[in-house]
């Protein structure tokens, strides 16, 4: 059967072309060519909330499900210990729960075989630094008593009559697009480089960026919690535990999948990266944007009753839209550059060499595959790990 998108002969059984990924039964087509099944994991759909598929690409559906337990068990820790007031625990724990998850993954998936620690880590202590200064500067050293406005005014106490114009400025519009440009800066220096040029390099490094961004703010915005005398509070310990999820782990992963956004931009769809082309910068844009409306939200609602809840749930909602954005993006850059390759007969190091087997559902790969012909995976998201794996039991299992 011949691809009708990429003109690639595919054998009769195929679901899906091996080097492009498009559906070839009607079952699996929508208008647009292929229905909504996800590239990076196909038992999902591409518009569906799913945060581990997202994030981390290079997990597969059994190895996902650790993540996902091992955050669901640290996030109960952290709330455990804020209901205990045990507060320096519970911030600590939280504002790096999600970037060391990270590490971990990166680490565990063997993203890139010959330089995957220190790399990662240069990139995480080289963000945390300057996310200190910026921080500094902001919150302590010049725009101190701005800030302060916004514990003054919070709760019921003053209104929104109190409100500082200069402030929310300050803290919601300038400081959110400053630390944006922090949060790319190494991200893209180092996507720069050709053995981490392709897409989901860059949303990697992106999300690991912003991540430690954010771990770094939040120990210094809450600096004081840490030198106090009390180690334990008993005192609105509810709204702790809002604060406590809300401005460190759903901050966490609201600045992780916008940077991821714009730095997988940076590299582009397919080889080599794309760099500062309109399209990075209108998702530097939108990467900004997004930072920019959930503070807004953030610091307007502490004005209102249930202010911190309202802020929550406004969380929520922001890294809801940003997680299907960065499924639609991966969508699109991993199918679109595979289209371009097949069309141009162009063969990739990415590709499969000898025959081996899908990590999604076991079906056997053809040699130069860029997708599974039975689920519509692609190889691409698969990890180093998985591949070596499968290829080198390829040669007696394949027989
Ligand atoms: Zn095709
Ligand atoms: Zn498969």
Not at 280 to 294: H, L
Not at 296 to 311: D, K, N, T
Not at 337 to 342: F, G, I, M, T, W
Request: aromatic share 12%; glycine share 10%; charged share 15%.
């Amino acid at each position: 059967m011949q691809c009708p998108e990429c003109s690639t002969a595919n054998p009769e059984v195929a679901r899906f072309c091996y080097r492009c990924g498009h559906a070839l039964k009607r079952a699996d087509a929508s208008k647009h060519g292929r229905n909504n099944s996800y590239v990076v994991q196909s038992s999902e759909g591409v518009n569906q909330l799913a945060l581990i598929s997202t994030i981390m690409p290079h997990t597969n559906r059994e190895t996902a499900d650790n993540y996902r337990w091992a955050m669901i068990t640290s996030a109960l820790l952290i709330v455990g210990a804020t209901a205990l007031g045990i507060l320096s625990i519970a911030i600590a724990s939280a504002a790096f729960l999600i970037p060391i998850a990270y590490l971990v993954y990166i680490y565990d998936v063997n993203l890139w075989e010959d330089a995957p620690v220190p790399v990662v880590l240069g990139l995480f202590a080289a963000t945390g630094v300057l996310a200190t200064l910026v921080s500094l500067v902001f919150f302590r050293w010049v725009f101190d008593s701005e800030f302060s406005t916004f514990v003054a005014g919070s709760g019921t106490r003053g209104g929104f009559g109190t409100l500082s114009v200069t402030a929310l400025l300050i803290f919601a519009v300038l400081l959110p697009i400053v630390a944006e440009i922090v949060k790319n800066l190494f991200g893209c220096l180092l996507a720069r480089r050709p053995e981490f040029d392709d897409m989901i390099d860059g949303l990697t490094f992106g999300v690991a960026a912003g991540t430690a961004y954010a771990a770094f703010e939040t120990i210094v915005v809450f600096w004081s919690v840490f030198t106090s005398s009390e180690f334990r509070t008993t005192a609105g310990l509810s709204s702790w535990v809002v604060v406590i999820v809300n401005l460190m782990v759903v901050k966490s992963l609201i600045y992780g999948t916008a940077s991821g956004i714009a730095v997988g931009a940076f590299s582009g769809k397919g080889e080599g990266y794309d760099g500062f082309t309109p399209h990075y910068v209108a998702n530097f844009a939108f990467a900004a944007g997004a930072n920019v409306v959930y503070w807004l939200g953030v610091r307007l609602f502490a004005y209102a009753p249930f202010g911190q809840v309202l802020g929550l749930l406004w969380g929520l909602l922001i890294l809801g839209i940003l997680v299907i954005r960065v499924r639609v993006s991966l969508q699109h850059a991993l199918l679109e550059a595979a289209v371009e390759d097949a069309v141009r007969d162009h063969h990739t190091f990415r590709e499969t060499g000898t025959e081996t087997f899908c990590p999604e559902c076991g079906n056997m790969l053809l040699p130069g595959s860029l997708f599974c012909i039975a689920c519509g995976t692609s190889v691409r998201s698969t990890s180093h790990q998985a591949r070596r794996d499968i290829r080198s039991t390829s040669g007696g299992g394949a027989a």
